[in-house]
């Protein structure tokens, strides 16, 4: 084992093992990662909110559906929000099976839920994406962090072995790179893990306003001519 006079991060991280900066360097990816995850949903999530309340507000203050449907039509698909789609997708579903002979009232509705609900579950699933990475590096990264903290002190007790009288300063460098490889774990993990939980909270309760819209939308098609 090596001693280091100097202590800072950037000795401790050079002068230490292959394995602990092979731990530390996959961890700063694993981080760097989480952290572009976090900003890009982030606003992916504020859009999508945003978006909503937007056409809830314009759905409810217009009873015109048919003009509705021709501004999100003309608008694309990439202009308009998560909710708005699902409108789309039903209103289109309506206006297909209405036109459709042969169809009642009943399966028009049904259908008229499905295709709704399908897009539902297509818009969530993109709410939700990279959701997943982020609890993983949540779970994970500390105890990768522990593997290069355990193979540090393992090495730093190692060293003792070809010192005849072991003291501090022979032991402290090795177990400091160590734990620097925790540290650097709880880092990735700790922003991860609070990202995730608080995404998870606004994407459940989109879902849940998604819901809504779909059965306050499919009343509002029960009542039309």
């Not at 290069?148 to 005849?164: C, H, K």
């Given at each position: 084992m090596e001693l280091i006079g100097d202590m800072?991060?950037?000795?401790?991280?050079?002068?230490?093992?292959?394995?602990?900066?092979l731990v530390m360097g996959l961890l700063l990816l694993v981080s760097l990662m989480s952290w572009w995850?976090?900003?890009?949903?982030?606003?992916?999530?504020?859009?999508?909110?945003?978006?909503?309340r937007e056409f809830e507000d314009a759905f409810w203050s217009n009873p015109n559906l048919a003009a509705l449907y021709q501004q999100a039509n003309n608008r694309g698909r990439r202009d308009i929000g998560a909710l708005e789609r699902i409108f789309s997708a039903g209103f289109a579903e309506f206006i297909k099976l209405k036109k459709t002979h042969g169809v009642d009232s009943a399966a028009v509705m049904d259908g008229t839920r499905r295709a709704m609900r399908a897009k539902y579950q297509r818009e969530v699933d993109h709410l939700e994406s990279h959701l997943s990475f982020l609890a993983t590096v949540g779970s994970v990264s500390p105890y990768v962090g522990l593997l290069?903290?355990?193979?540090?002190?393992?090495?730093?007790?190692?060293?003792?072995?070809?010192?005849?009288q072991a003291t501090?300063?022979?032991?402290a460098p090795g177990i400091a790179e160590a734990l620097v490889a925790t540290a650097m774990g709880l880092f990735a993990a700790i922003p991860?893990?609070?990202?995730y939980n608080?995404?998870?909270?606004?994407?459940?309760?989109?879902?849940?306003?998604f819901e809504s819209f779909i059965e306050e939308f499919s009343n509002v098609l029960q009542r039309q001519p």
């Open positions: 800072s991060f950037i000795n401790l991280v050079a002068n230490a093992s292959l394995l602990v900066q995850y976090i900003f890009l949903k982030l606003f992916a999530v504020r859009s999508a909110v945003k978006q909503s290069g903290t355990v193979w540090g002190i393992m090495n730093a007790f190692r060293g003792l072995s070809n010192v005849g501090l300063a022979h032991v991860a893990v609070v990202a608080r995404y998870v909270h606004d994407v459940t309760r989109l879902s849940s306003r």
